[in-house]
């Protein structure tokens, strides 16, 4: 089975001051929504990435991350039900949208090994 390695390490230096305090692989990068929803979404690059691997077959994945970048990055990816029951109670359109948005890839990231 193949493996997807995705480099998440070092300091970012080339994007300072964006990525002072927070982890080059969490900036915002405009996506194409999945929902015909014509409003822009932004999501981390590290989210971007995985999901196009995924989309794309590979469902093995090595993380190189930094001290910086670990805990941030797990936290991102990491079903968060509590936060979804949250979106779910405050019932918005884009509250709605996110939640779908957060399923599909926590469904994704719980069916890969990591």
Not at 38 to 60: A, K, M, Q, S, V
């Amino acid at each position: 089975m193949k493996t997807a390695v995705i480099t998440t390490g070092g300091l970012g230096t080339r994007l300072l001051t964006c990525t002072k305090s927070n982890p080059k692989a969490m900036l915002p990068l405009y996506s194409k929504s999945f929902d015909n929803n014509p409003e822009p979404l932004l999501r981390p690059l590290i989210e971007t990435i995985f999901e196009n691997l995924y989309d794309f077959g590979l469902r093995r994945f090595c993380f190189i991350v930094g001290a910086k970048t670990k805990s941030s990055i797990i936290n991102h990816l990491s079903p968060d039900q509590k936060f979804i029951e949250l979106l779910q109670k405050r019932d918005t359109l884009v509250d709605k949208r996110f939640v779908k948005i957060l399923n599909r890839i926590y469904k994704k990231f719980n069916n890969s090994e990591i």
